[in-house]
T-cell receptor, first 117, second 114 residues
Framework: GAVVSQHPSRVICKSGTSVKIECRSL??????MFWYRQFPKQSLMLMAT?????????EQGVEKDKFLINHASLTLSTLTVTSAHPEDSSFYIC?????????????FGQGTRLTVV | GENVGLHLPTLSVQEGDNSIINCAYS??????FIWYKQESGKGPQFIID?????DKRQGQRVTVLLNKTVKHLSLQIAATQPGDSAVYFC?????????????FGTGTQLKVEL
């Protein structure tokens, strides 16, 4: 399958600072990328959907000004957690697909463990 | 907020036995379903998928069964191995494409005992 790489895999930041997570599709062009958050022993919850060159669509309850998503190219999307607080500590996972609709696939990154201290 | 006392359902099986992991999905309009395996600290890995026009699909050591009447999905793993230990999630979506928004189930922790 296609490869999606997330960086960093782990990050610790101080409360009040911002942290950026990158999601790259290494061997295909991803017109659509999804960002998920996963708390311990819970399922993946979709935060937002981003399409290359346009603004991200956020799920209900997700603050767009706190979780900034940029999808400036067909191989890179970034999630910036602004003014991070301990409750933002979580596992953030991206997935990338070649499009939406029938017969498309999504490929997941390995996740980023964010710890806010 | 803080989630206290949340536990993933756990299925413990002996090595070599068959495992059956169940999932109830929520949206009767969903027409594409995927099973994922997630090892600790990693992203989900695709295992097998099934479209709503099928009720069974087989892969290597895995079988997915779909019962649309009761909105139930199951994953059967034959001859379970220690490497199968992980959390398993079902996911559902519409338009028969994994590139669409996926809704994940709650997950089941599979523990394989030697």
């Amino acid at each position: 399958g296609a490869v999606v790489s997330q960086h960093p895999s782990r990050v610790i930041c101080k409360s009040g600072t911002s942290v950026k997570i990158e999601c790259r599709s290494l061997d295909f062009q991803a017109t659509t990328m999804f960002w998920y958050r996963q708390f311990p022993k819970q399922s993946l919850m979709l935060m937002a959907t981003s399409n290359e060159g346009s603004k991200a669509t956020y799920e209900q309850g997700v603050e767009k000004d706190k979780f900034l998503i940029n999808h400036a190219s067909l191989t890179l999307s970034t999630l910036t957690v602004t003014s991070a607080h301990p409750e933002d500590s979580s596992f953030y996972i991206c997935s990338a697909s070649t499009g939406t609709g029938r017969d498309t696939e999504a490929f997941f990154g390995q996740g980023t463990r964010l710890t806010v201290v | 907020g803080e989630n206290v006392g949340l536990h993933l359902p756990t299925l413990s099986v002996q090595e070599g036995d068959n495992s059956i992991i169940n999932c109830a999905y929520s949206n009767s309009a969903s027409d594409y379903f995927i099973w994922y395996k997630q090892e600790s600290g990693k992203g989900p890995q695709f295992i097998i998928d099934i479209r709503s026009n099928m009720d069974k699909r087989q892969g290597q050591r895995v079988t997915v069964l779909l019962n649309k009447t009761v909105k139930h999905l199951s994953l059967q793993i034959a001859a379970t191995q220690p490497g199968d230990s992980a959390v398993y999630f079902c996911a559902e979506t519409k338009d028969t494409g994994g590139g669409n928004k996926l809704t994940f189930g709650t997950g089941t922790q599979l523990k394989v005992e030697l």
